[in-house]
């Protein structure tokens, strides 16, 4: 027979009991547009280190319109669900190695200055009717230009440590078995880098660079989904906290969220217009990149809110 | 020297007094609770278990919540207590979310705060408030280095166990069973 507990508790503090809820839609909101803005700038980056720039554009010009405002809404909306907002600069104080929330906050703010100054790299071409007033500003734009590689270099290694950090921040927890597990990071990562590889796709004006990045899409979407299987996989294998979080998933209230919004209509739907799209037939590439762009918009709530539930004690 | 907790699951009655104690030494707002007290009843009938358990911060070994703060305001001191400078918390909730006993929670001025162990008192010589008030005294509190403190013997002589000792925070309240 099994055993039959029954459990009181005397706590009941807001936004701890009965689960935790100290993290709202700004932070998955922040996650979702930090992966974003690192995807477009990782392809940016290195279409100019393999000095294409000329075939492809929209990813090195017109898509590089969306990092700077995507990390600095995602900074502002993470300020926001501070609760004591005045003292953000104590984040700038410190260098904390052990905690990554330290070290993705020194590494935005290296990285959301420089996309700043890539896009002002591009501005005489952006922006042609607006001229510069001002001679410095000119000349500022002529040294950008220059070391535009420079910057591309900088921003390889930058873009992928955003990109990760988005997932290992949630995954040094493991007060919340759903998040502590080392396949977060590259899975938001590629979520990250497969948001940006759409978003260029909506973007993009010519067929030779729809067809790139649908290329690199679909092989990103694959790794994605291989990753949301390992993920599964280990928790499954894992222990029983983790059993239960996997289980949010699989067969509890994230399950149509999870599996309806992130694994078909955000990965394998578009996979499959994709391909179609890549052999030949006609299809309209906008609806493929919308899907994979709301996918990953999902799943960063999922992740963020599902987490919260799972825990170790009562 | 290492501060260590010992709670007699068997002498506490559950009255919450440790509780109320906490909340008035720490002006702790209302609504709030260091420290709490839980109850489980496990076992199949006629053969059940009561324990009653005063709950708080553990002041892990190995604390997540100190290693996650991204400023530094979550610190060790002497005697292995974990203490939050207010003014250096920025609110941004990591280490509520790394704590597996929800110890912490985000005050009403914007800071996170949690129990001391009573830090102030124990500068002064003073028992924590909530092993202080004890009406059972079912509560210890001590050094472990030291072999012959009463928490150290009552760990060599009676059963014991911590909480969540899977999550690997080495937490330094220990429950007699």
């Not at chain 1, 000119?138 to 290694?157: G, S, V």
């Not at chain 2, 009573?118 to 072999?147: I, N, W």
Request: net charge neutral.
């Amino acid at each position: 027979m099994q055993q039959e507990e029954i459990f009181i508790s005397g706590r009941n503090i807001p936004h701890i009991d009965p689960t935790l809820e100290i993290w709202h839609w700004p932070i998955s909101l922040y996650l979702f547009l930090g992966g974003l803005g690192a995807g477009l700038l990782f392809f940016a980056a290195i279409i100019t280190v393999l000095g294409k720039e000329e075939d492809y554009p929209t990813t090195v010009k017109y898509a590089t319109i969306i990092p700077p405002i995507a990390l600095s809404l995602g900074l502002l909306a993470l300020v926001y669900d501070l609760t004591h907002p005045l003292y953000t600069w104590q984040l700038y104080t410190t260098i904390r190695l052990e905690s990554p929330m330290s070290w993705g906050a020194w590494v935005l703010l290296v990285t959301t200055p420089l996309s700043f100054l890539w896009v002002f790299s591009y501005y005489s071409e952006l922006f042609p009717k607006w001229k510069l007033k001002f001679n410095f500003l000119n000349n500022f734009e002529k040294l950008l230009k220059k070391n535009r590689k420079n910057m591309a270099y900088a921003l390889i290694p930058l873009s992928i440590i955003l990109g990760i950090y988005t997932g290992i921040l949630l995954s040094a927890f493991n007060a919340r078995p759903l998040w502590n597990n080392a396949i977060l990071g590259p899975l938001f990562l590629t979520s990250g880098l497969s948001t940006g590889a759409a978003t260029i796709l909506l973007l993009a004006k010519t067929t030779k660079e729809r067809h790139l990045f649908s290329k690199i899409d679909l092989l990103l979407i694959i790794i994605e989904l291989g990753l949301i299987i390992h993920m599964i996989m280990s928790m499954a294998a894992g222990s029983e906290v983790q059993l239960e979080a996997m289980q949010l998933l699989i067969g509890g209230e994230f399950t149509l969220m999870f599996f309806g919004f992130v694994v078909i209509l955000g990965l394998i739907v578009p996979a499959i217009l994709e391909f179609t799209e890549i052999i030949g037939y006609k299809v309209p590439v906008a609806v493929p990149a919308i899907l994979i762009l709301i996918g990953g918009l999902v799943l960063r709530f999922v992740m963020v809110e599902a987490g919260q539930i799972t825990r170790y004690l009562y | 020297m290492r501060y260590a907790m010992v709670i007699d699951t068997l002498k506490c009655v559950g009255c919450s007094d440790c509780v109320v104690a906490c909340q008035t030494e720490n002006s702790v707002p209302v609504g709030y609770c260091r420290d709490w007290v839980t109850e489980s009843v496990s076992g199949t009938y006629p053969t059940l278990e009561l324990e009653l358990k005063s709950e708080r911060c553990n002041h892990c070994d190995n604390a997540p919540c100190v290693r996650c703060c991204p400023t530094g305001a979550s610190h060790i001191v002497k005697g292995g207590i974990v203490l939050v400078i207010g003014d250096e918390c920025i609110g941004c909730g990591a280490c509520i979310e790394s704590c597996p006993y929800d110890a912490r929670y985000q005050h009403p001025d914007g800071y996170v705060d949690k129990c001391t162990f009573c830090h102030h008192r124990l500068e002064k010589g003073q028992l924590p408030a909530c092993v202080s008030v004890c009406p059972t005294k079912c509560m210890y509190f001590g050094d472990l280095d030291d072999p012959n403190s009463e928490v150290s013997k009552l760990l060599k002589r009676r059963k014991h166990k911590t909480l969540a000792p899977e999550a690997g925070t080495k937490p330094n309240v220990y429950y007699l069973i």
